[in-house]
């Protein structure tokens, strides 16, 4: 691991590190926000998952979380969307490829040589910050906006002994009847929509619930709300298999990093109340 930059930030220190990833074949990079707390002792962790054509640098520049994380003495780790590089396959659009690697693991050619964001995340990323940082194991929590809300409440429901807590920011919680989703869906997984499940929040809540309760804020004016996110769906579905859950909708807020910046203490204090308990 190599660190590029760093920054004092509210008694913490905020640094962007580079290293070479075995799973995704590809030199990664990722932000981390340490608060001041952990110059004596391990402190609790958040992941956040950034939304489509975005990096590590969107929600550590534009959010402002660093006051809230100092606060409550949790620091945040911010991944980047996919793996990147000449030799990385790219798309067009900018909701397939680099910027787009929606938190799962490819099947089909060519994009099964570098996409793995999954087994990046809870495997190789986790085992590195838990070496390099003084990170807490057994408190650590996800979060995540648009794209990276799906990579969040994906990966929480199928590890819920890993990350404790969770919440979103406007997530794409049901990809796989939306047109981000079955673009990508298609061509990182293929055709056989079964395989699909594994990755779409709507059907992992549907099949079991976790025993965190999750804690969503998506806006009224977010323009992808009717045709990308439905948050109606996934509300239905975790009143039907009873899972704990908070969706919040803000009047006159939109998709963006103004919105995010406006909630964001909220989703920290409440991945706080489990972590710091």
């Known amino acids: 691991m190599e660190t590029e930059s760093s920054w004092a930030s509210h008694g913490g220190v905020l640094s962007v590190h580079t290293h070479d990833s075995d799973v995704c074949n590809s030199s990664m990079r990722f932000g ?6 952990a110059k004596v002792r391990k402190v609790p962790v958040v992941w956040y998952l950034s939304g489509l054509t975005c990096s590590w640098a969107n929600v550590m520049e534009k ?63 986790q085992s590195l910050v838990l070496k390099e940082f003084p990170a807490d194991a057994a408190a650590q929590g996800i979060t995540g906006h648009s794209m990276g809300g799906h990579g969040a409440l994906t990966l929480h429901l199928k590890n819920p002994d890993l990350y404790k807590s969770v919440s979103a920011f406007s997530p794409i919680t049901s ?18 929509k079964e395989s699909w499940k594994a990755y779409d929040a709507l059907e992992l809540v549907k099949s079991k619930a976790s025993g965190a309760s999750i804690l969503i804020d998506s806006g009224t004016s977010d323009q992808f709300l009717e045709e990308q996110l439905k948050p109606e769906l996934f509300i239905a579905a975790c009143e039907q298999s009873k899972q ?15 919105f995010i910046a406006s909630f964001i203490a909220d989703h920290l204090e409440h991945h706080a109340s489990t972590l710091n308990s």
Request: glycine letters at 10%; a negative charge; hydrophobic letters at 35%.
């Open 175 to 192: 990809p796989s009847v939306v047109p981000w989703g079955q673009k990508a869906f298609s061509a990182y997984l293929g055709d056989d």
């Open 63 to 125: 959010s402002g979380l660093q006051a809230a994380a100092a606060k409550h003495g949790l620091m945040v780790i911010a991944p980047d969307t996919s793996p990147r590089g000449d030799d990385v396959a790219d798309d067009e659009g900018y909701d397939l490829g680099q910027g787009a690697g929606f938190y799962l693991s490819a099947t089909q050619a060519p994009w099964s040589k570098h996409f793995r964001m999954d087994q990046y995340i809870t495997e190789e990323l």
């Open 244 to 258: 704990a859950l908070n969706y919040r909708m803000q009047r006159g807020y939109d998709h963006s990093y103004y």
């Open 32 to 37: 981390v926000y340490t608060p001041p707390q």
